[in-house]
């Protein structure tokens, strides 16, 4: 009874009509029957925090519960940004202006909030860059984002006025001029690296069991977790994996592509499909000095103990675009990445 309990109450809380697509999708490729795919669905959910859209990103129907149990699911990703980041210091990284503010020496670029700024300096931003990135302030993956050139506009004055809009809330940033070697994968699109930061003390425990008047004596450590590269595709000028992007696991200690890239769809790219350069093996440029620039932000806010850089490259070094509170769990362990099938969970143990 308790597990029709549960199924019961999980169904009060899905997307039926997606959840039923999912299903339909993994029996057309199984041959399973629709009812079994279900009930293991609710299996995975209750035991590993899985709903439907990890249990077929990371095709758990074809992973023993061992397998699956090495997963990071978004449940499980809920718990770590609990357990990891105090919740008042969430702010910096859910607002781009205050994350800009915050963290300006690793943005090694102006930038402007449109929306309680005289329209002088604002005005003044538009005559010293004539091309630049408009952001929403509180947007993500990649959504809202406009290039924007002010010569497609008949004045500055009208440029103004548009950025200025009720519904409109941008922060205005400085294009970044992307490293060369980068560029020679996609030009198109400033191609990040997703680099994954967890903070600890020295015994492995999350700064947060700490009382708050002991934590400054505390010695932490910063683990790099993951890295992934995520790539650009032609369809618009982000490299994000929920917006048309593509992305590939990187060895965190050496900065190199290890696998071959996929997007959503999960088709596999060896090669940039517009650029032909290859991706298994590409070498990020300055790699060090991105880990260093994420260590070092890290211990900025220790108390967010759990979060995902986005560090572009430039000719002159590593930059941030962002910093992400909800860090994803969806980029790294897809199943063309994860030959062994062994997911992330295992790197999540810092008792060793």
């Known amino acids: 009874m308790g597990n029709i309990g549960y199924i019961i109450k999980r169904l009060k809380t899905m997307d039926k009509k997606a959840m039923k697509e999912k299903i339909k999708s993994i029996h057309q490729k199984t041959g399973k029957s629709k009812l079994g795919i279900f009930i293991d669905m609710q299996k995975c959910a209750r035991r590993y925090g899985a709903g439907y859209m990890d249990y077929d990103?990371?095709?758990?129907?074809?992973?023993?519960?061992?397998?699956?149990?090495?997963?990071?699911?978004?449940?499980?990703?809920?718990?770590?940004?609990?357990?990891?980041?105090?919740?008042?210091?969430?702010?910096?990284?859910?607002?781009?202006?205050?994350?800009?503010?915050?963290?300006?020496?690793?943005l090694k670029r102006d930038w402007i909030k449109v929306k309680g700024t005289s329209k002088e300096k604002v005005m003044d931003f538009l005559e010293k860059h004539t091309i630049?990135?408009?952001?929403?302030?509180?947007?993500?993956?990649?959504?809202?984002?406009?290039?924007?050139?002010?010569?497609?506009y008949p004045s500055k004055e009208k440029l103004y006025e548009h950025l200025a809009q009720e519904e409109n809330n941008f922060v205005l940033e400085e294009v970044i001029i992307q490293h060369p070697e980068v560029a020679k994968v996609y030009p198109d699109a400033i191609n990040t690296a997703r680099i994954v930061t967890i903070i600890t003390t020295k015994d492995g425990k999350s700064l947060l069991t700490i009382p708050k008047e002991e934590?400054?004596?505390?010695?932490?450590?910063?683990?790099?977790?993951?890295?992934?590269?995520?790539?650009?595709?032609?369809?618009?000028?982000?490299?994000?994996?929920?917006?048309?992007?593509?992305?590939?696991?990187?060895?965190?200690?050496?900065?190199?592509?290890?696998?071959?890239?996929?997007?959503?769809?999960?088709?596999?790219?060896?090669?940039?499909?517009?650029?032909?350069?290859?991706?298994?093996?590409?070498?990020?440029?300055?790699?060090?000095?991105?880990?260093?620039?994420?260590?070092?932000?890290?211990?900025?806010?220790?108390e967010m103990g759990y979060v995902g850089?986005?560090?572009?490259?430039?000719?002159?070094?590593?930059?941030?675009?962002?910093?992400?509170?909800?860090?994803?769990?969806?980029?790294?362990?897809?199943?063309?990445?994860?030959?062994?099938?062994?997911?992330?969970?295992?790197?999540?143990?810092?008792?060793?």
Request: proline letters at 5%; one cysteine or more; aromatic letters at 12%.
């Open 57 to 106: 990103l990371y095709e758990m129907y074809n992973l023993t519960d061992v397998q699956r149990d090495t997963y990071l699911t978004r449940g499980r990703n809920n718990e770590f940004v609990t357990k990891y980041c105090d919740k008042t210091t969430l702010h910096y990284f859910m607002n781009k202006d205050e994350f800009n503010a915050k963290f300006q020496e690793y």
């Open 132 to 152: 630049f990135m408009a952001k929403p302030i509180d947007g993500g993956c990649g959504k809202g984002i406009e290039k924007i050139k002010t010569q497609d």
């Open 215 to 302: 934590r400054e004596k505390q010695e932490l450590v910063v683990h790099f977790i993951t890295a992934c590269f995520r790539i650009g595709n032609g369809k618009r000028c982000v490299d994000n994996f929920n917006s048309g992007g593509m992305v590939a696991p990187i060895d965190e200690k050496t900065g190199i592509v290890t696998q071959v890239a996929l997007d959503k769809e999960k088709n596999i790219y060896e090669k940039h499909p517009q650029t032909g350069t290859k991706i298994k093996g590409f070498q990020l440029p300055d790699w060090e000095q991105a880990l260093e620039l994420c260590e070092k932000a890290a211990r900025e806010i220790p």
């Open 309 to 352: 850089w986005d560090v572009a490259f430039t000719p002159n070094g590593p930059l941030f675009v962002e910093g992400n509170e909800f860090p994803g769990h969806d980029l790294y362990q897809l199943p063309e990445h994860t030959p062994d099938k062994i997911g992330m969970m295992p790197k999540f143990d810092f008792s060793k």
